[in-house]
């Protein structure tokens, strides 16, 4: 089945540096990937999506600024927390999404948790 | 490596059927979770189970942990139009990575 990787799988970084979350769709192509952040026991809160060869459409309340978005292919999208503070502190879950026909199935990756000091 | 199986990947039922989704895990998972994701929306978290054999419900919904922490279910009585959707679990292991089940999609047969 279609499978979709994060890395790292966690990270612990000090207040003020950057960091950057790889999201690969290992045996399919997406076109369309998503990014996630979410809070223990919480629901996937949707930041951005991410279109192959285009500029991420971010949902309302995200810094594009601070969440940049880069879909360079079909296989890979990165989300670079920059100038990261203790607030920012979270887990980051991705998916990607795979067109079948008339059909769209989303694959999740295993998410990224992200620790700022 | 650390997989999740999810079964059926589609389900379609009668309105007033009952529906059931069950993941298994080939590792011991310290809780394992349910999410709902409708049609164009994103998935919503529904409830988390951590317990060995555990049993919870939700209205309508029946959660279950297997004794082994490997195995889970969701059973849905009586479905609703409401109820349609895709059903994800996953599995969290002590590194807190989710492992995602492929979903099962609930179907209201017209």
């Known amino acids: 089945g279609a499978v979709v990787s994060q890395h790292p799988s966690w990270v612990i970084c000090k207040s003020g540096t950057s960091v950057k979350i790889e999201c690969r769709s290992l045996?399919?192509?997406?076109?369309?990937m998503f990014w996630y952040r979410q809070f223990p026991k919480q629901s996937l809160m949707l930041m951005a999506t991410s279109n192959e060869g285009s500029k991420a459409t971010y949902e309302q309340g995200v810094e594009k600024d601070k969440f940049l978005i880069n879909h360079a292919s079909l296989t890979l999208s990165t989300l670079t927390v920059t100038s990261a503070h203790p607030e920012d502190s979270s887990f980051y879950i991705c998916?990607?999404?795979?067109?079948?026909?008339?059909?769209?199935?989303?694959?999740f990756g295993p998410g990224t948790r992200l620790t700022v000091l | 490596g650390q997989q999740v199986m999810q079964i059926p990947q589609y389900q379609h039922v009668q309105e007033g059927e009952d529906f059931t989704t069950y993941c298994n895990s080939s590792?011991?998972?310290?809780?394992i979770q349910w999410y709902k994701q409708r049609p164009g929306g994103h998935p919503v978290f529904l409830i988390q189970l951590v317990k060995s054999g555990e049993v919870k419900k939700q209205k309508r919904l029946t959660f279950q942990f297997g004794e082994a922490k490997k195995n889970s279910s969701l059973h849905i009585t009586a479905t609703q139009t409401t109820d349609v959707g895709t059903y994800f679990c996953?599995?969290?292991?002590?590194?807190?990575?989710?492992?995602w089940g492929a979903g099962t999609k609930l179907i209201i047969k017209p």
């Open positions: 998916s990607a999404s795979l067109t079948s026909g008339s059909s769209d199935t989303q694959y």
């Open positions: 590792t011991t998972l310290s809780n």
């Open positions: 045996d399919f192509q997406a076109t369309t």
């Open positions: 996953a599995g969290q292991e002590s590194n807190y990575q989710l492992i």
